[in-house]
């Protein structure tokens, strides 16, 4: 089966969001772009969530972003996490 992956890029909107948070810079961020795998020959197809890793020395946050939605969720839970909270766990983190 052939499979088709096509890399989308990251939202820059969603970027600047989580910049304005106070104080984040001082956290590592990482941006990891998302992906549409399409198996051809068929209607089915996958989206990859974009991911966001903030982390410092001794723990790690990962959020998810979908294309489209404006929403975060969290990885292990997938519950939609508002910015405000974000703002709290990362304030925890430093």
């Avoid at 956290?27 to 795998?37: M, R, T, Y």
């Avoid at 966001?52 to 969720?73: G, Q």
């Amino acid at each position: 089966m052939k499979i088709t992956i096509e890399p989308l890029e990251f939202p820059l909107c969603v970027k600047e969001k989580l910049m304005k948070i106070p104080k984040i810079s001082k956290l590592h961020i990482e941006f990891v772009n998302g992906k549409n795998i399409h198996f051809d020959k068929t209607n089915l197809s996958v989206n990859e969530p974009h991911k966001i890793i903030i982390s410092n020395d001794s723990s790690c946050l990962i959020l998810l972003s979908y294309p489209n939605d404006n929403n975060f969720y969290l990885k292990d839970s997938l519950e939609i996490i508002i910015l405000e909270s974000i703002k709290f766990l990362v304030l925890k983190m430093l």
